[in-house]
């Protein structure tokens, strides 16, 4: 069996599928939203970099936010479900393979650290004035504290017991932390080197103990698919993805949201897309964390047109998130049956991410009430509403597209 040849297949295929989807995502609208959006975040950014002095901590921040890139750590191995059954006789001529999955998962979350790194660099440069050397240095100990850790990663994937890989992430993440650290902040290079002693030590315990265990296909296999779904659920914000399959938990804590709904043939539909949402993973999980994300940031900045920014930032990615709801019964048939006119369910559909949107600017605009900032909560609330008129109009053309 060629392996080499085996995995130039799947990598090339894996772009393929990339691509086929970033050029929907991409598109002119939002590029010119990303653009416009990250364009006013660099320029507060700036602003706010220059207003601090060498008592903030941006030693201990960088450490927390590359600690925890560093240690996430997911392999592109490029799996399929039959592999567990066609490829698992030949795992021991599977080492080429694997080897080269770990080395592209390196390479693209090493970009990213990069691209980490760089935002860092002027908050890091103006308090502690770092030079470019210093810099260099941290990111060469980014990758190779990558390296290690997408190393460790693979050795504990070999074990049965799925507890072992939380407890490994946790022990990984304190450990890298420290290194960052102490790098960061100059500190003594002993205080490094004993650190990065005790990773190594890890690792070399990683590499002896699994040293008599085999790989664990189907949970590869797993890893592997929630890594693709996680791409296609943002693909499928903008086109179809036949390859989505969603996931539905009962969430009996949240029906007493349902009551609000009147019982009636009038609200059919918003009965239907209400249960939807609540059920579905896809949607009310990643809407909730945006919320969060989207409140802790604003918690974080103190400048209104950032409070702007960040509010339509996530407004839009809430609102993209949740349009796709539309097509969840689209090939139901019994839904077709319902003897109510067509335009209703479109209605229904708007109304619930609206509501759901007014929900998300109100929790923003008490935020920012709560940190004393009248002017941004006024302004964030106004923007809010401005923003789901517009969106009503948008959606109503957006549906009938899909």
């Not at 290690?148 to 993440?173: A, E, G, P």
């Not at 920012?368 to 609330?381: F, P, R």
């Amino acid at each position: 069996m060629n392996s080499q040849g085996l995995w130039k297949e799947r990598y090339i295929l894996y772009i393929q599928e990339m691509q086929k989807y970033l050029r929907y995502i991409f598109n002119g609208h939002l590029v010119f939203v990303m653009v416009l959006v990250l364009g006013g975040l660099a320029y507060y950014y700036s602003d706010w970099v220059k207003t601090l002095d060498g008592d903030f901590p941006a030693e201990l921040i960088m450490a927390f936010v590359l600690g925890i890139l560093v240690t996430r750590s997911p392999i592109n191995t490029f799996l399929k479900e039959p592999d567990t059954v066609f490829l698992l006789p030949l795992e021991t001529k599977m080492k080429s393979y694997f080897k080269n999955s770990l080395m592209v998962s390196w390479v693209m979350q090493g970009f990213l650290l990069l691209i980490m790194l760089i935002v860092f660099v002027p908050l890091y440069a103006k308090v502690t004035g770092a030079s470019g050397k210093q810099l260099g240095f941290i990111l060469v100990v980014l990758l190779v504290l990558k390296y290690l850790n997408l190393s460790m990663r693979w050795h504990v994937l070999k074990y049965q017991d799925v507890s072992v890989s939380h407890w490994d992430s946790i022990l990984r993440l304190v450990l890298n932390g420290v290194i960052l650290y102490f790098v960061c902040s100059r500190a003594h290079i002993l205080y490094v080197l004993v650190t990065f002693v005790l990773l190594i030590g890890l690792y070399l315990y990683y590499r002896s103990a699994t040293k008599s265990l085999v790989l664990k296909w189907e949970r590869l296999v797993e890893l592997e698919n929630k890594r693709m779904t996680s791409f296609y659920r943002i693909a499928n914000m903008f086109t179809d993805v036949p390859h989505l399959k969603g996931k539905v938990a009962r969430r009996k804590w949240m029906d007493w949201l349902l009551a609000f709904i009147p019982y009636g043939e009038k609200s059919t539909y918003n009965y239907l897309y209400a249960r939807t949402l609540l059920r579905s993973n896809d949607y009310v999980g990643l809407c909730i964390r945006l919320t969060v994300i989207g409140g802790i940031i604003l918690m974080v900045f103190t400048n209104i047109w950032a409070h702007l920014i960040v509010t339509f930032l996530f407004l839009f990615m809430t609102a993209l998130q949740l349009l796709p709801v539309w097509k969840v019964h689209e090939w139901k048939v019994w839904v077709s049956l319902y003897p109510l006119p067509a335009k209703m369910r479109e209605a229904a559909v708007i109304k619930l991410i609206s509501y759901f949107l007014l929900f998300e600017a109100v929790l923003f605009s008490l935020i920012l009430l709560i940190k004393g900032e009248w002017v941004s909560t006024l302004a964030v609330l106004v923007l809010g509403i401005i923003f789901i008129l517009g969106f009503k109009k948008y959606a109503t053309k957006k549906i009938k597209n899909f």
